[in-house]
Every structure is written in C-alpha cells, then in structure tokens.
Nanobody, 121 residues
C-alpha cells in the first residue's frame, strides 16, 4: 500500500511563512506528477501547485511569486514553501501524487490526509 504523510501546517500571521512537507512511502515503482491542493470552508478543492518528475512546475495564479513547490525524488518527498501568506490562503492543504506501484498495474492518484494552514493575526 502507498501512504502520503503531510506535515508543516499551522497558524501563522499575515505576511509570514510556512513550509509543507509530504513524504510517500510503501510499495512504489515510480512517482510521476506530485502536487498540492487546498480546500477552504465552503469552497471546492483547488490545485495550488504541481511538479513533474523532471522538475517542471505549475502554479495557480493567486500564489505565483509567493509559493514554491519542489521535490526530492530520492526521498520521495514534495515540499511547498509558502511566503507572504494571506488570510485567503487559509485552508486544508492536501498532497497528491500520481504513482505506479509495480509493472503491469497502471498509475493512480494518491492523497494525503491533509494539513491545516491558518493565516490570522
């Protein structure tokens, strides 16, 4: 089985920074795209940032210039550095990874349990 375990969320003041971590474990042959999504109360889950296995990145417009996604393929870990945080960044942040467990089985999406990020003075 595959698990994605997130950490690094918390309470921060506006303008502050947080770094989110997500480590994949279990039977894994290949990890393709990895990403971070978020869901605020009463809103749909949205893609925040994604990164390919080769390091190409994509960001939603509202976080460009403030957030940076990166990954360590050897550690099977994806990071999200969040700077200049705003109250509207408050949400539960979910890690996502597209993983192939073994040959003969197609890759599929896996999700972490979510970590709360609250931006409030």
């Amino acid at each position: 089985q595959v698990q994605l375990v997130e950490s690094g969320g918390g309470l921060v003041q506006p303008g502050g920074s947080l770094r989110l971590y997500c480590a994949a474990s279990g039977r894994i042959l290949s990890i393709f795209d990895m990403g971070w999504y978020r869901q605020a109360p009463g809103k749909q889950r949205e893609l925040v940032a994604s990164i390919t296995s080769g390091g190409s990145t994509n960001y939603t417009d509202s976080v460009k210039g403030r957030f940076t996604i990166s990954r360590d393929n050897d550690k099977k870990t994806v990071y999200l550095q969040m700077n200049s945080l705003k109250p509207e960044d408050t949400a539960i942040y979910y890690c996502n990874a597209y993983i192939r467990q073994r040959l003969g089985i197609g890759p599929r999406d896996y999700w972490g349990q979510g970590t709360q990020v609250t931006v409030d003075s």
